[in-house]
Nanobody, 123 residues
Framework: VQLQASGGGLVQAGGSLRLSCAAS????????LGWFRQAPGKEREFVAAINWKGGDANVAGSVKGRFTISRDNAKNTVYLQMNSLKPEDTAVYYCAAARGPVAAERMDQYTYWGQGTQVTVSS
């Protein structure tokens, strides 16, 4: 089982990026999917999660109104649209698949993790 995150890069403040995370080896259409991030010297934190059908999502307060999570079960892929990026959004972003179907916010609710993609926002 593999989760492959992509779409990171260097962007100026106020810009946008779209992260993708494609799963292979098994389907996650019955599982919640999420994004977490870890900035240098900081702990990994929750960013956004979406339930198995895509009808319910949770988003961290720090990114609410700027980031949107979505999924395409036919492609076994989860996305994170990031708009109005700020320098404090700079981090390695990780996608993950939850054990259950809900939009989980805790790391211990996730079983599979991607390798991470770097997002750097310059001021």
């Amino acid at each position: 089982v593999q989760l492959q995150a992509s779409g990171g890069g260097l962007v100026q403040a106020g810009g946008s990026l779209r992260l993708s995370c494609a799963a292979s080896g098994r389907t996650f259409s019955n599982n919640g999917l999420g994004w977490f991030r870890q900035a240098p010297g900081k702990e990994r934190e929750f960013v956004a999660a979406i339930n198995w059908k895509g009808g319910d999502a949770n988003v961290a307060g720090s990114v609410k109104g700027r980031f949107t999570i979505s999924r395409d079960n036919a492609k076994n892929t989860v996305y994170l649209q990031m708009n109005s990026l700020k320098p404090e959004d700079t981090a390695v972003y990780y996608c993950a698949a939850a054990r259950g179907p809900v939009a989980a916010e805790r790391m211990d609710q996730y079983t599979y993790w991607g390798q991470g993609t770097q997002v750097t926002v310059s001021s």
